[in-house]
């Protein structure tokens, strides 16, 4: 993940990628930025996971990343000038093919799911935020939001770093109260303050209740409309990406076609 990169002891990956590779594992590195890409390269790993503000879960804080496909293009654009062979994996707000065959564009090797993938019959969570998923209606249900790891910062033995203590996550009451985080941090500067707003987010959790906890989300929400088998989900990517490839062909001019 990339807050190993900004580690302290980010001199000692360099081993633990060949220690991993020399017993025949393949490290596929996950970065938010260039800057973090450029150090990846220097790793040598074997592939760069390039995950966009667009993305669900942890990532990097909205003002210091970029969006999916401006990472991807940069990235992509990056490992040519190097002439560096390692793939490049676009993620953060894909969903189906059209997404897929987007990434391709751009020069990416591959994508990776993460929203879509939680969207399905075999992935472990809360039935409740399964669904909170399908209901949502596009990406404008989506924040990225530091509120909930603000929160749950104040109880964690192992707290989210900065700058990566932000999540992708569907808006709800507790991201429309405390999205602001310096009043957030305010509210939870006394015992008090910090105990009631612990107790709710616990309480949320263990409930399940989409108003108040938090549920994991990217930008694609909106195009996902029922909780389905993986292998459904996959297959159905792989052709809808083929159909969109066909459909960009034919606009192309005919002189054009087959080159």
């Not at 991201?175 to 015992?191: M, Y």
């Not at 694609?220 to 409309?225: A, L, N, R, Y």
Request: hydrophobic letters at 40%; a neutral charge; glycine letters at 8%.
């Amino acid at each position: 993940f990339a807050g190993t990169l900004r580690s302290p002891a980010r001199h000692r990956n360099t081993d633990a990628v060949k220690i991993a590779q020399s017993f025949g594992c393949k490290v596929i590195m996950q970065v938010c930025t260039v800057e973090e890409a450029e150090i990846a390269f220097d790793y040598g790993v074997n592939a760069i996971c390039a995950q966009g503000t667009d993305a669900g879960g942890h990532g990097i804080r909205q003002e210091l990343g970029s969006g999916t496909l401006s990472l991807v293009a940069k990235l992509v654009e990056l490992s040519a000038q190097r002439k560096k062979s390692i793939p490049i994996l676009a993620a953060g707000g894909i969903t189906d093919g059209k997404d897929l065959a987007a990434a391709l564009a751009l020069g990416a090797d591959g994508v990776v799911l993460g929203t879509r993938l939680w969207a399905s019959t075999e992935a472990k969570g809360p039935k409740k935020f399964k669904d909170a998923l399908v209901a949502a209606q596009s990406g404008d249900d989506v924040v990225r939001t530091r509120a909930f790891d603000t929160i749950c910062n104040t109880f964690r033995t192992n707290k989210w770093p900065i700058p990566y203590d932000s999540s992708g996550v569907l808006r709800n009451k507790t991201t429309k109260d405390w999205d602001d985080v310096a009043k957030l941090e305010k509210a939870i500067s006394t015992p008090e303050g910090a105990a009631s707003l612990v107790s709710q987010y616990k309480t949320a959790y263990e409930i399940h209740d989409p108003a108040y906890a938090c549920v994991y989300s990217g930008k694609g929400v909106g195009k996902i409309h029922s909780i389905e088998p993986a292998y459904d989900i996959l297959m159905r990517i792989e052709s809808e990406a083929i159909e969109a490839i066909k459909q960009v062909e034919k606009v192309l001019p005919e002189t054009m076609n087959g080159v």
